[in-house]
């Protein structure tokens, strides 16, 4: 693991990611001289492969799901353990997105807004072999893991994904995983479900 840069604003960010290759940026959202998530829109435009890990002390939950709709690869809470920065930054290396307690909870939190608006008959949409394609996915295997665990070539996994991806009309990993969590495709973990109060 090695920085190549260090950035103080958006605009000194941009400069560097010019004339620098990295291959994962970790920022905060709240950065001088420019909203994070416009500079993080930008961002996706002009870097495309660049993998984006948000650093950041907010926790809340509607930020955390238009972040992951961005397409970044991870949020990190500042008042989590070291660890966890490190884990993200393996997963993000790796391709997968990092999926801590405030990833599913805002998967959760959007599932909750919009279940008014959803039934549960495009569940049969998905084949066998797709929605355990979609269960590995949410158990943040990688695509050659899944290949192994299906007795399939990685580039028929990458396939089957983007099939699956163009069928219920998403474009993201995350949009893939949110609308599992909608039909109750994948088996959610408890204890990374919210604690509800009542």
């Known amino acids: 693991m090695e920085v190549v840069i260090q950035a103080t604003d958006v605009p000194d960010l941009f400069s560097k990611l010019r004339n620098f290759k990295a291959e994962i940026l970790l920022m905060d959202i709240f950065m001088p001289k420019m909203d994070g998530t416009e500079a993080l829109k930008i961002l996706r435009q002009e870097f495309p492969s660049l993998k ?4 950041s002390m ?15 690869h991870g949020y990190i809470s500042k008042s989590d353990e070291p660890e966890n920065l490190l884990h993200a930054i393996f997963s993000a290396s790796d391709g997968r997105i990092y999926r801590n307690r ?8 959007n599932r909750q807004s919009s279940i008014k608006s959803h039934t549960d008959g495009a569940v049969a949409f998905l084949n066998e ?3 355990r394609i979609v269960q590995l996915i949410w158990e943040e295997k990688s695509n050659k893991e899944i290949a192994d665990e299906l007795f399939l070539g990685v580039r028929s ?3 089957i994904r983007q099939d699956i ?3 219920i009309g998403v474009k993201s990993t995350v949009g893939l995983l949110k609308y599992a969590i909608e039909k109750r495709i994948i088996s959610v973990n408890p204890s990374f479900l919210p604690i509800s109060s009542s």
């Open 52 to 55: 984006i890990l948000v650093l």
């Open 58 to 72: 907010s926790t809340d939950i509607g930020l955390v799901c238009d972040l992951l709709e961005a397409g970044i």
């Open 102 to 109: 405030l990833f599913t909870e805002a998967l959760y939190w």
């Open 129 to 131: 072999r797709e929605k």
């Open 157 to 159: 996994v990458e396939k």
């Open 165 to 167: 991806k163009e069928k």
